[in-house]
């Protein structure tokens, strides 16, 4: 399967994308949620298997089941999107303020071009955007079919059950985004989160 999506046509999907889910949310709603740091969840579907995955880097093969009692952030991306690049520093950061906390963050590289499939380009953008998170390679994209995602970048959210509780596509909403991390973390019982505003990675609420 060969997913034909252009830089161009990536761009004006993560805009579009990010446009109808300010819309569903509202303008008030964000604002809330970012005062209140409060967001209403519901469950979205169960955390699909990552068996399709040709091999990973930064970590050991992970499962559904091993990741059981941990909050998990999945991140769907290919290392030469500019839409996907522009997410790293949030992961990044989100990765090393809870990891110690419960939050596995997991990048899934699932190319669109030929030359995204090469290991050992893979490897080299993994260094050079110092990322230290599991990586899972998907060039078979059955990972991605598993699932039913269509975005580069796709963030889901997925709390200590496994299931999923929300989702990003595109980019943006990073303190809401932040604020699912925290909350899926308090609902696992993880004590002295830090919930301050001030303190968050993500400084712009983007409801366009």
């Known amino acids: 399967m060969r997913v034909e999506v252009s830089t161009d046509r990536r761009s004006f999907l993560g805009n579009a994308l990010m446009t109808i889910a300010a819309a569903q949310f509202?303008?008030?709603?964000?604002?809330?949620?970012?005062?209140?740091?409060?967001?209403?969840?519901?469950?979205?579907?169960?955390?699909?298997?990552?068996?399709?995955?040709?091999?990973?880097?930064?970590?050991?093969?992970?499962?559904?089941?091993?990741?059981?009692?941990?909050?998990?952030?999945?991140?769907?991306?290919?290392?030469?999107?500019?839409?996907?690049?522009?997410?790293?520093p949030y992961l990044r950061a989100w990765s090393a303020k809870y990891k110690n906390q419960g939050l596995v963050v997991i990048g899934v590289q699932a190319p669109e071009f030929e030359f995204e499939k090469?290991?050992?380009?893979?490897?080299?953008?993994?260094?050079?955007?110092?990322?230290?998170?599991?990586?899972?390679?998907?060039?078979?994209?059955?990972?991605?079919?598993?699932?039913?995602?269509?975005?580069?970048?796709?963030?889901?959210?997925?709390?200590?059950?496994?299931?999923?509780?929300?989702?990003?596509?595109g980019e943006g909403e990073y303190e809401q985004s932040e604020i699912v991390i925290q909350q899926l973390l308090a609902d696992a019982r993880v004590q002295d989160i830090d919930r301050s505003e001030e303190r968050r990675v993500g400084k712009e609420c983007r409801s366009r």
């Open 118 to 169: 090469s290991i050992d380009n893979v490897r080299w953008a993994v260094r050079d955007r110092m990322i230290d998170y599991p990586i899972a390679i998907d060039n078979g994209l059955v990972v991605w079919r598993a699932f039913n995602n269509n975005y580069w970048p796709a963030l889901y959210f997925v709390d200590a059950q496994g299931h999923i509780r929300h989702h990003q596509f």
């Open 26 to 88: 509202g303008v008030a709603g964000c604002a809330k949620a970012l005062s209140t740091g409060v967001v209403k969840l519901s469950v979205e579907g169960d955390l699909s298997s990552f068996d399709g995955a040709t091999g990973w880097l930064n970590s050991q093969p992970l499962t559904a089941r091993s990741l059981r009692g941990r909050v998990a952030l999945v991140n769907f991306w290919t290392f030469s999107c500019i839409n996907s690049i522009r997410v790293l």
